[in-house]
Protein backbone atom coordinates (compact mmCIF):
# COMPACT_ATOMS: atom_id res chain seq x y z
CA UNK A 1 0.00 0.00 0.00
CA UNK A 2 2.98 1.91 0.85
CA UNK A 3 4.11 1.78 -2.56
CA UNK A 4 1.27 2.99 -4.57
CA UNK A 5 0.85 5.46 -2.19
CA UNK A 6 4.60 6.54 -3.14
CA UNK A 7 4.01 6.37 -6.54
CA UNK A 8 0.77 7.89 -7.05
CA UNK A 9 2.42 10.98 -4.84
CA UNK A 10 5.26 10.58 -7.54
CA UNK A 11 2.89 10.92 -10.67
CA UNK A 12 0.96 13.85 -8.98
CA UNK A 13 4.10 15.78 -8.85
CA UNK A 14 5.14 14.98 -12.46
CA UNK A 15 1.26 15.99 -13.69
CA UNK A 16 1.48 19.35 -11.94
CA UNK A 17 5.21 19.87 -12.88
CA UNK A 18 4.25 19.24 -16.29
CA UNK A 19 0.83 21.22 -16.30
CA UNK A 20 2.30 24.31 -14.53
CA UNK A 21 5.84 24.61 -16.15
CA UNK A 22 7.27 26.94 -17.13
CA UNK A 23 5.32 30.11 -15.27
CA UNK A 24 8.47 32.02 -14.83
CA UNK A 25 11.60 33.32 -16.64
CA UNK A 26 14.25 30.39 -17.59
CA UNK A 27 18.20 31.48 -17.68
CA UNK A 28 20.21 29.38 -20.37
CA UNK A 29 23.99 29.65 -18.65
CA UNK A 30 26.61 29.64 -21.44
CA UNK A 31 30.37 28.76 -20.07
CA UNK A 32 32.10 31.55 -22.02
CA UNK A 33 32.51 35.12 -21.94
CA UNK A 34 30.44 37.05 -24.79
CA UNK A 35 31.43 37.17 -28.16
CA UNK A 36 31.69 33.44 -29.47
CA UNK A 37 30.16 30.50 -30.32
CA UNK A 38 28.07 29.64 -27.50
CA UNK A 39 26.68 33.45 -28.08
CA UNK A 40 25.55 32.68 -32.02
CA UNK A 41 24.04 29.14 -30.59
CA UNK A 42 22.37 30.39 -27.23
CA UNK A 43 21.05 33.74 -28.09
CA UNK A 44 18.97 33.12 -31.28
CA UNK A 45 17.60 29.43 -29.41
CA UNK A 46 16.72 32.19 -26.25
CA UNK A 47 14.59 34.36 -28.17
CA UNK A 48 12.71 31.25 -30.14
CA UNK A 49 12.08 29.59 -27.04
CA UNK A 50 10.82 32.64 -25.19
CA UNK A 51 7.94 32.63 -28.16
CA UNK A 52 7.43 28.69 -27.53
CA UNK A 53 7.08 28.27 -23.89
CA UNK A 54 5.46 31.76 -23.56
CA UNK A 55 7.63 32.72 -21.11
CA UNK A 56 11.20 34.82 -21.11
CA UNK A 57 14.27 32.61 -21.38
CA UNK A 58 17.33 34.68 -21.48
CA UNK A 59 20.80 33.61 -21.65
CA UNK A 60 23.71 34.77 -18.88
CA UNK A 61 27.54 34.43 -19.55
CA UNK A 62 29.54 32.76 -16.88
CA UNK A 63 33.19 32.60 -18.32
CA UNK A 64 36.30 31.42 -16.95
CA UNK A 65 38.42 27.78 -16.24
CA UNK A 66 37.27 26.33 -19.47
CA UNK A 67 33.58 26.24 -18.95
CA UNK A 68 33.86 24.83 -15.15
CA UNK A 69 32.75 27.74 -13.67
CA UNK A 70 29.20 28.12 -15.27
CA UNK A 71 29.31 23.74 -15.39
CA UNK A 72 29.69 23.77 -11.90
CA UNK A 73 27.16 26.38 -11.42
CA UNK A 74 24.48 24.64 -13.30
CA UNK A 75 24.95 21.15 -11.35
CA UNK A 76 24.54 22.73 -8.42
CA UNK A 77 21.19 24.55 -9.50
CA UNK A 78 17.93 23.63 -8.49
CA UNK A 79 16.78 20.73 -10.73
CA UNK A 80 13.57 22.63 -11.81
CA UNK A 81 14.40 23.75 -15.40
CA UNK A 82 14.48 27.48 -14.91
CA UNK A 83 18.25 27.18 -14.99
CA UNK A 84 19.99 25.14 -17.71
CA UNK A 85 23.62 25.27 -19.48
CA UNK A 86 24.38 25.48 -23.21
CA UNK A 87 27.83 23.55 -23.24
CA UNK A 88 30.09 23.02 -26.06
CA UNK A 89 32.21 20.28 -26.53
CA UNK A 90 34.81 20.89 -24.29
CA UNK A 91 32.32 20.53 -21.28
CA UNK A 92 30.86 17.50 -21.53
CA UNK A 93 33.69 15.55 -23.84
CA UNK A 94 37.16 17.01 -22.45
CA UNK A 95 37.55 18.66 -19.30
CA UNK A 96 37.45 15.53 -17.73
CA UNK A 97 40.30 14.24 -19.36
CA UNK A 98 42.35 17.91 -18.62
CA UNK A 99 41.40 18.31 -15.19
CA UNK A 100 42.33 16.26 -12.11
CA UNK A 101 39.81 17.58 -10.10
CA UNK A 102 36.97 18.85 -12.33
CA UNK A 103 34.04 20.11 -9.98
CA UNK A 104 31.05 18.38 -11.97
CA UNK A 105 30.78 14.91 -13.80
CA UNK A 106 29.59 15.80 -16.95
CA UNK A 107 27.46 12.47 -17.31
CA UNK A 108 26.37 12.43 -13.63
CA UNK A 109 25.65 15.54 -12.31
CA UNK A 110 23.19 16.39 -15.48
CA UNK A 111 19.86 15.66 -17.34
CA UNK A 112 20.22 15.87 -21.08
CA UNK A 113 17.83 17.57 -23.27
CA UNK A 114 19.04 17.62 -26.59
CA UNK A 115 21.89 18.09 -28.95
CA UNK A 116 21.20 22.16 -30.50
CA UNK A 117 23.63 21.76 -33.87
CA UNK A 118 27.30 21.92 -34.67
CA UNK A 119 29.64 23.79 -36.42
CA UNK A 120 33.31 23.35 -38.33
CA UNK A 121 35.95 25.61 -36.91
CA UNK A 122 38.44 27.44 -39.38
CA UNK A 123 42.04 28.29 -39.47
CA UNK A 124 42.19 32.09 -39.14
CA UNK A 125 45.80 34.41 -39.35
CA UNK A 126 46.49 38.12 -39.19
CA UNK A 127 46.29 39.27 -42.61
CA UNK A 128 50.30 40.12 -41.92
CA UNK A 129 51.48 36.30 -41.46
CA UNK A 130 53.31 35.48 -44.41
CA UNK A 131 50.97 32.69 -45.03
CA UNK A 132 48.34 32.52 -47.58
CA UNK A 133 47.39 28.70 -47.43
CA UNK A 134 47.46 25.93 -45.24
CA UNK A 135 50.23 24.04 -46.47
CA UNK A 136 52.56 27.58 -46.39
CA UNK A 137 51.21 27.83 -42.53
CA UNK A 138 52.48 24.61 -42.15
CA UNK A 139 56.15 25.24 -43.71
CA UNK A 140 56.22 28.72 -42.02
CA UNK A 141 55.67 27.32 -38.27
CA UNK A 142 57.95 23.88 -38.97
CA UNK A 143 60.48 26.19 -39.94
CA UNK A 144 60.09 28.63 -36.66
CA UNK A 145 59.53 26.12 -34.06
CA UNK A 146 58.31 27.54 -31.00
CA UNK A 147 58.13 31.06 -32.07
CA UNK A 148 54.56 31.57 -33.67
CA UNK A 149 51.26 31.49 -31.31
CA UNK A 150 47.57 30.75 -31.87
CA UNK A 151 45.33 32.08 -28.87
CA UNK A 152 42.20 29.62 -27.63
CA UNK A 153 39.28 30.16 -25.83
CA UNK A 154 40.81 28.28 -22.76
CA UNK A 155 42.72 24.90 -22.35
CA UNK A 156 40.58 21.91 -23.45
CA UNK A 157 38.06 24.03 -25.73
CA UNK A 158 37.55 23.60 -29.58
CA UNK A 159 40.18 26.07 -30.70
CA UNK A 160 42.70 24.78 -28.52
CA UNK A 161 42.05 20.78 -29.41
CA UNK A 162 42.13 22.14 -33.34
CA UNK A 163 45.36 23.08 -33.05
CA UNK A 164 46.47 20.20 -30.86
CA UNK A 165 45.12 17.54 -33.61
CA UNK A 166 46.54 19.92 -36.40
CA UNK A 167 49.81 20.00 -34.66
CA UNK A 168 50.49 16.51 -34.33
CA UNK A 169 49.00 15.93 -37.80
CA UNK A 170 51.88 18.49 -39.16
CA UNK A 171 54.52 17.70 -36.85
CA UNK A 172 54.28 21.78 -35.69
CA UNK A 173 54.91 23.37 -32.68
CA UNK A 174 53.26 26.90 -31.47
CA UNK A 175 52.68 28.63 -28.48
CA UNK A 176 49.65 28.38 -26.92
CA UNK A 177 47.77 31.59 -25.59
CA UNK A 178 44.42 30.89 -24.09
CA UNK A 179 41.87 33.65 -23.20
CA UNK A 180 38.27 33.72 -21.05
CA UNK A 181 36.21 33.58 -24.71
CA UNK A 182 36.37 34.41 -27.71
CA UNK A 183 35.97 38.45 -27.92
CA UNK A 184 39.11 38.39 -26.32
CA UNK A 185 40.81 35.98 -28.13
CA UNK A 186 39.98 37.29 -31.63
CA UNK A 187 40.80 40.93 -30.39
CA UNK A 188 45.28 39.72 -29.90
CA UNK A 189 45.04 37.79 -33.49
CA UNK A 190 43.63 40.65 -35.30
CA UNK A 191 46.34 43.07 -33.26
CA UNK A 192 48.51 40.83 -34.28
CA UNK A 193 49.36 40.06 -31.07
CA UNK A 194 48.90 36.70 -31.87
CA UNK A 195 49.23 35.09 -35.14
CA UNK A 196 46.49 32.33 -35.49
CA UNK A 197 43.62 30.74 -33.92
CA UNK A 198 40.98 28.70 -35.03
CA UNK A 199 37.96 30.48 -35.06
CA UNK A 200 33.98 29.93 -35.08
CA UNK A 201 32.51 30.59 -38.62
CA UNK A 202 29.76 32.69 -36.81
CA UNK A 203 31.25 34.55 -34.14
CA UNK A 204 34.55 35.68 -36.58
CA UNK A 205 32.83 35.95 -40.00
CA UNK A 206 32.43 39.93 -39.27
CA UNK A 207 35.97 39.75 -39.14
CA UNK A 208 36.32 37.78 -42.54
CA UNK A 209 34.14 39.65 -44.53
CA UNK A 210 36.50 43.07 -43.01
CA UNK A 211 39.55 41.50 -44.47
CA UNK A 212 40.84 41.55 -40.62
CA UNK A 213 41.43 37.99 -40.16
CA UNK A 214 42.73 35.70 -43.38
CA UNK A 215 40.66 32.07 -43.67
CA UNK A 216 42.92 29.17 -44.36
CA UNK A 217 40.71 25.90 -44.34
CA UNK A 218 37.93 24.63 -42.72
CA UNK A 219 37.65 21.77 -39.99
CA UNK A 220 34.97 19.66 -41.55
CA UNK A 221 34.86 16.98 -44.25
CA UNK A 222 32.84 18.87 -46.06
CA UNK A 223 32.94 22.51 -47.05
CA UNK A 224 31.07 25.20 -44.81
CA UNK A 225 27.86 27.05 -46.72
CA UNK A 226 28.83 30.11 -44.89
CA UNK A 227 32.56 30.33 -46.23
CA UNK A 228 32.24 28.32 -49.62
CA UNK A 229 35.09 29.19 -50.98
CA UNK A 230 37.44 28.32 -48.18
CA UNK A 231 39.20 24.78 -48.53
CA UNK A 232 38.76 21.99 -45.80
CA UNK A 233 42.34 21.07 -43.91
CA UNK A 234 42.18 17.18 -46.49
CA UNK A 235 41.67 19.76 -49.69
CA UNK A 236 44.51 22.07 -48.51
CA UNK A 237 46.66 19.04 -48.15
CA UNK A 238 46.13 17.29 -44.49
CA UNK A 239 43.79 14.31 -45.45
CA UNK A 240 42.04 13.20 -42.57
CA UNK A 241 41.84 16.32 -40.68
CA UNK A 242 38.10 16.43 -38.79
CA UNK A 243 37.01 18.76 -35.60
CA UNK A 244 33.85 20.54 -35.29
CA UNK A 245 32.28 22.34 -32.43
CA UNK A 246 28.55 20.71 -31.14
CA UNK A 247 26.69 22.18 -28.68
CA UNK A 248 23.95 20.74 -25.94
CA UNK A 249 21.37 21.57 -23.76
CA UNK A 250 21.28 20.02 -20.43
CA UNK A 251 19.66 20.93 -16.57
CA UNK A 252 20.67 19.68 -13.47
CA UNK A 253 20.67 16.20 -12.46
CA UNK A 254 16.96 15.61 -10.70
CA UNK A 255 15.09 17.94 -13.15
CA UNK A 256 11.75 16.06 -13.28
CA UNK A 257 10.69 14.02 -16.60
CA UNK A 258 7.78 16.30 -17.62
CA UNK A 259 9.80 19.12 -17.40
CA UNK A 260 12.69 17.70 -19.78
CA UNK A 261 10.10 16.75 -22.16
CA UNK A 262 8.55 19.88 -22.44
CA UNK A 263 11.86 21.49 -23.17
CA UNK A 264 12.85 18.83 -25.44
CA UNK A 265 9.49 19.74 -27.38
CA UNK A 266 10.49 23.25 -27.03
CA UNK A 267 13.82 23.23 -28.40
CA UNK A 268 12.95 20.83 -31.22
CA UNK A 269 10.46 23.71 -32.25
CA UNK A 270 12.62 26.04 -32.08
CA UNK A 271 14.94 24.51 -34.06
CA UNK A 272 12.46 24.44 -36.91
CA UNK A 273 11.38 28.06 -37.02
CA UNK A 274 12.66 30.19 -40.10
CA UNK A 275 14.27 32.74 -37.55
CA UNK A 276 16.88 29.86 -36.23
CA UNK A 277 17.21 28.24 -39.23
CA UNK A 278 18.42 31.40 -40.92
CA UNK A 279 20.46 32.73 -37.94
CA UNK A 280 22.05 29.44 -38.02
CA UNK A 281 22.90 29.03 -41.87
CA UNK A 282 24.47 32.32 -41.48
CA UNK A 283 26.63 31.34 -39.31
CA UNK A 284 27.55 27.81 -40.55
CA UNK A 285 25.58 25.97 -37.77
CA UNK A 286 23.60 22.65 -38.41
CA UNK A 287 20.29 22.68 -36.05
CA UNK A 288 20.10 18.94 -34.82
CA UNK A 289 17.76 18.52 -32.11
CA UNK A 290 18.01 15.07 -31.10
CA UNK A 291 16.43 12.95 -27.65
CA UNK A 292 18.04 12.94 -24.35
CA UNK A 293 19.00 9.49 -25.17
CA UNK A 294 20.88 10.41 -28.14
CA UNK A 295 22.81 12.98 -26.05
CA UNK A 296 23.83 10.37 -23.76
CA UNK A 297 25.31 7.93 -25.96
CA UNK A 298 26.75 11.05 -28.11
CA UNK A 299 28.42 11.91 -24.90
CA UNK A 300 30.22 8.99 -24.45
CA UNK A 301 31.61 8.49 -27.63
CA UNK A 302 32.76 11.80 -27.74
CA UNK A 303 34.70 11.31 -24.02
CA UNK A 304 36.54 8.51 -25.61
CA UNK A 305 37.63 9.94 -28.83
CA UNK A 306 38.95 13.28 -27.49
CA UNK A 307 40.46 11.68 -24.86
CA UNK A 308 42.25 9.37 -27.27
CA UNK A 309 43.24 12.86 -28.89
CA UNK A 310 44.68 13.98 -26.06
CA UNK A 311 46.97 11.14 -25.13
CA UNK A 312 48.40 10.94 -28.52
CA UNK A 313 48.72 14.85 -28.43
CA UNK A 314 50.68 14.07 -24.80
CA UNK A 315 48.11 16.70 -23.39
CA UNK A 316 48.07 15.75 -19.50
CA UNK A 317 45.15 16.61 -16.96
CA UNK A 318 46.61 19.60 -14.59
Known sequence: ???????????????SAMAEYPDKPIRIILPYAPGGGADTVGRPLAVALSKVLGVSVYVENKGGASGNIA???????????????????????????????????????FAPIS??????????????????NLQEFIDVVKKNPGKYSYASTGLGSGLHLSMELLESMAKINMVHVPYTGAGAAYTDVLAGRVQATFAGVGSAKGFLDAGLLRPL???????????????????????????????????????????????????????????????????GIQPIGSTPEQLTSFITSETVKWSALMKRAGVAPE
Open 217 to 283: AVTTPQRSAALPNVPTMSEAGLPGYESYVWYALLAPKGTPAPVIQKLHDAVVAALKTPEVQKEFAAD
Open 1 to 15: MRVLTLFFVAMTFCM
Open 115 to 132: VIGEAPYFLAVNPSFPAK
Open 71 to 109: MQYVANSSPNGYTVVLPLTAQVAVNQSLFKHLPYDPQKD
